[in-house]
C-alpha cells in the first residue's frame, strides 16, 4: 500500500510559477513509477506527466516546455515545478503513483492516488 500527500497548490497570476510536491509512504518507492494528473471542472481527469523507477519522463503537450517532474528517492518525493501558468493550468492535481512500466499517459494507468491539491491561474 501507498500512501500520498500533495501540497504545494495555490492561487497564481497568470504567468508565474508553482511547485507541487507528493511526499509517499512506503518503503518501495523507487520502484514505483508517478504521475501528476489534473481534473478541471467539468472536465475529465488528465495526464499532466509522469516519471518512470528510472527517471524517465513523458509529458502532456498542454506543459510541455513549462512543467517538469522529478523525484528524490533518498526524500520518496515526487515534485511538478509549473513555469508559465496559463488560466487553462487551474485545476484540481493529483499525484499517483503505480509499479506497472506502461500505460502512464491515463489516469487508469495508476493505481494509487493522492486526495490532490487545488491550483487556480488568476488572469
Known amino acids: 500500500q501507498v500512501q500520498l500527500v500533495e501540497s504545494g497548490g495555490g492561487l497564481v497570476q497568470a504567468g508565474g510559477s508553482l511547485r507541487l510536491s507528493c511526499a509517499t509512504s512506503?518503503?518501495?518507492?523507487?520502484?514505483?513509477?508517478m504521475g501528476w494528473l489534473r481534473q478541471a471542472p467539468g472536465k475529465e481527469r488528465e495526464f499532466v506527466a509522469s516519471?518512470?523507477?528510472?527517471?524517465?519522463?513523458d509529458y502532456a503537450e498542454s506543459v510541455k516546455g513549462r512543467f517538469t517532474i522529478s523525484r528524490d528517492n533518498a526524500k520518496n518525493t515526487v515534485n511538478l515545478q509549473m513555469n508559465t501558468l496559463k488560466v487553462d493550468d487551474t485545476a484540481v492535481y493529483y499525484c499517483?503513483?503505480?509499479?506497472?512500466?506502461?500505460?502512464?499517459?491515463?489516469?487508469?494507468?495508476?493505481?494509487?492516488w493522492g486526495q490532490g491539491t487545488q491550483v487556480t491561474v488568476s488572469s
Open positions: 499517483a503513483a503505480t509499479n506497472r512500466r506502461y500505460g502512464l499517459g491515463v489516469p487508469s494507468g495508476y493505481d494509487y
Open positions: 512506503g518503503r518501495t518507492f523507487s520502484t514505483y513509477a
Open positions: 516519471i518512470t523507477w528510472t527517471g524517465s519522463t
